[in-house]
């Protein structure tokens, strides 16, 4: 197939270009091939959300302006930022669909069914104890929707051609932060049980029977998203420090979110041949995000220590609503409310991210 292609874009050149390009290696003239995947699936939390939240009683909703403020058409859909998240500009860009849904939409339409949902839930954690505190769905719950979601499949496709595009489909697992600043740094209940290590491995050994539990449903195709700098979140800023003015990261924290994705890499490698024909990709946020930081002017941001919401230093969710005047260009700023990213910064990230999945070497 790359052979052909290859031969294809030599003979629609000039002809001197052909003799040229015939001599050389086709390799410089193939388009890197992303592996097709019919359909996306999404587990973890606001960072992949795209609405569930608005269907379920809890006060961590996204579905008001300023939410969506640059979302195609201004739509507030539920979604923690004021546009678009990776989940959707990953989906895009692999020719899947031009927006995730959430799996709770009842207005969910049988393409929507084929070519995948998110289950994610903003405010959630690997820990149940984070969700029971946010009254949102515990990523390990997602699982329960997940398995409706296959009956649901099965149902349009037959079970033949559901169990193909699970098992083709590419799933994304994204969630941590929550489970870390709610339930650890800022209220510390777990603190009393676990230290920061033996929190980490907690949290591992559940997204470890997330991934296998998955597995058994027939998902092969795994990435997971590490942690962001957590201490590099303004809202965790604003808890640690007084002083607006002397706004800085929190070294601790950073340093704890770089322990977390160092066994979280090595636990997925070590998964991977454990799981019989699956690809299980780390995805590292943690860098691009830190550059963003170092290197604000290099992304066109003004501003990386605080929100385009508000005073940028406390507002999320409901301190975030349509009487909170926002800032002018949110393009401008990396974080859009005190603890999510702007569209702008997803983006960045969704490059990393698709470079990544692009490369085919990871999938061989
Ligand atoms: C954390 O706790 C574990 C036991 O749960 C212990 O083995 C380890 O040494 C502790 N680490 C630190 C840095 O205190
Ligand atoms: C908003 O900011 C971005 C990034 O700095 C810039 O490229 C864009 O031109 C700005 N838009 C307006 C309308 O000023």
């Known amino acids: 197939m790359a052979r052909v292609n290859c031969l294809i874009a030599a003979l ?16 410089s003239l193939e388009p ?4 097709s995947f019919p359909a996306i699936l999404i587990f973890g939390d606001s960072t992949v959300d795209t609405g569930n939240n608005n269907f379920i009683p809890t006060i961590f909703k996204g579905n008001y302006s300023p939410y969506g403020k640059n979302f195609p058409g201004h739509l507030a859909t539920g979604r923690f930022s004021d546009g678009k998240l990776i989940p959707d500009m990953v989906a895009s860009r692999l020719g899947i669909k031009e927006l995730v849904p959430p799996f709770l939409d009842p207005k969910l339409s049988n393409d929507d069914i084929k070519t995948g949902v998110s ?3 903003a405010g959630t954690g690997f820990d149940d104890l984070t969700a029971a505190i946010s009254k949102v769905i515990p990523v390990m719950k997602q699982i329960d929707h997940f398995k ?6 099965q149902g349009v496709v ?11 489909a590419l799933v994304v697992i994204s969630a941590g932060t929550n489970d870390l600043n709610i339930n650890f740094y800022d209220l510390p209940t777990r603190q009393l049980q676990y230290n920061i290590s033996g929190y980490q491995d907690f949290l591992q050994n559940r997204l470890q029977s997330l991934i296998k539990e998955i597995y058994q449903l027939g998902c092969r195709n795994i990435v997971v998203a590490g942690l962001p700098p957590v201490g590099c979140l303004p809202i965790q800023e604003t808890i640690a420090f007084e002083n607006p003015l002397k706004r800085n990261c929190l070294k601790d924290q950073n340093s704890d979110s770089v322990a977390y994705n160092q066994k979280l890499s090595k636990l997925l490698t070590n998964l991977q041949p454990q799981l019989a ?28 220590n605080r929100g385009c919401c508000g005073t940028g230093l406390v507002e999320a969710g409901p301190l975030c609503n349509p009487k909170t005047p926002t800032c002018e260009n949110s393009s401008k700023f990396m974080f859009w409310d005190s603890i999510h990213p702007t569209e702008a910064a997803y983006k960045f990230i969704a490059e990393a991210l698709l470079k990544k999945l692009g490369d085919t070497q990871n999938w061989n």
């Open 12 to 27: 629609s050149l000039h002809t001197i270009w052909l003799l040229v390009v015939l001599t050389k290696p086709c390799s």
């Open 119 to 121: 289950f994610a839930s």
């Open 277 to 304: 024909g699956s690809k299980i990709l780390y995805a590292d946020i943690y860098t691009p995000l830190i550059d963003m930081l170092n290197n604000p002017q290099k992304y066109g941001f003004d501003h990386t």
């Open 148 to 153: 409706n979601y296959i009956q649901r499949l």
């Open 32 to 35: 890197k091939t992303t592996p």
């Open 158 to 168: 037959g079970v033949d051609e559901s169990k193909r595009i699970i098992n083709n």
